[in-house]
Nanobody, 120 residues
Framework: QVQLVESGGGLVQPGGSLRLSCAASGSSFSINAMSWYRQAPGKQRELVASTTSGVGTNYADSVKGRFTIARDNAKNTVQLQMNSLKPEDTAVYYC??????????????WGQGTQVTVSS
């Protein structure tokens, strides 16, 4: 089993910045990919950014040039730096990881979500 703890959400004015963090913990696991998703009211959950071992990073078109995903392999953490925030970035942001757990195989886990509100 892998647990994810997210932090860093909040209220920010348009044009402002926020940094989200996600820490994965558990035993005997390795991480293949770490991602951030978001879900706005009345909309489907969508991929915001991901970082995959041996592949690199990927961003939704709507956040390219404004958001940066960064992973710390030693600490099993991933951050999402969000700059030039817009009201349409308002959503609950979720951390997601793809892992390999010794003795169990592949697994996929979600964080509890953190609210980001962009409003003046």
């Amino acid at each position: 089993q892998v647990q994810l703890v997210e932090s860093g959400g909040g209220l920010v004015q348009p044009g402002g910045s926020l940094r989200l963090s996600c820490a994965a913990s558990g035993s005997s696991f390795s991480i293949n990919a770490m991602s951030w998703y978001r879900q706005a009211p009345g909309k489907q959950r969508e991929l915001v950014a991901s970082t995959t071992s041996g592949v690199g990073t990927n961003y939704a078109d709507s956040v390219k040039g404004r958001f940066t995903i960064a992973r710390d392999n030693a600490k099993n953490t991933v951050q999402l730096q969000m700059n030039s925030l817009k009201p349409e970035d308002t959503a609950v942001y979720y951390c997601n990881v793809d892992v390999w757990i010794v003795g169990r195989g592949f697994g996929n886990y979600w964080g509890q979500g953190t609210q980001v509100t962009v409003s003046s």
